[in-house]
């Protein structure tokens, strides 16, 4: 599910070229097109700083969710400090101009958007996951996080 029309397109694309059999869809992570209960695993990378309604869609997965179900929300933390950035596009092997411009797109717009991670177990919170029983698990890394949410 990707809310970019283009997106979708590329992914449907290289499903067929690799012949995986797999759903893709155009959607609002805010007000999925899908019913309730009905999937086992959602996984969102990297998108979630681009979402308008955050909590929303933290709802949204939880709604979907199928009893015994996990969803995986990995993205940047907005409090990943410079040197953590810098250690991990030091860590890529690309070039020196690469870095620069890997440096200025984390630094200016990426992180910007991002959460810090005292506000993200906040939404988690609002969006009805920590309640009784549901487990809820964030695990940070140098510049993102894990949230692991089973319903």
């Given amino acids: ?25 155009q959607g609002n992570a805010s007000a999925l097109p899908v019913a309730d209960a009905s999937v086992d695993f959602v996984v969102c990378r990297a998108a979630f700083k681009n979402f308008s309604e955050p909590v929303k869609a933290l709802g949204e997965m939880r709604r979907v969710l ?5 969803a995986l929300l990995m993205d940047m933390r907005r409090d990943a400090s410079t040197a953590e950035v810098q250690s991990y596009v030091d860590g890529l092997g690309v070039n020196w101009w690469n870095q620069k411009f890997m440096m200025l797109t984390f630094k200016h717009m990426l992180i910007k958007r991002a959460y810090p991670i ?24 140098p510049m993102g996080f894990e949230a692991w949410m089973r319903r």
């Fill in 118 to 141: 005292a506000e993200i177990r906040t939404m988690i919170r609002e969006a009805g996951w920590g309640g009784e029983g549901v487990d809820t698990r964030l695990e940070l890394s």
């Fill in 66 to 70: 199928r009893p015994g179900g996990t």
């Fill in 1 to 25: 599910m990707d809310i970019s029309k283009t997106f979708v397109e590329i992914a449907a694309k290289n499903a067929a070229t690799e012949g995986v059999k797999v759903a893709i869809e």
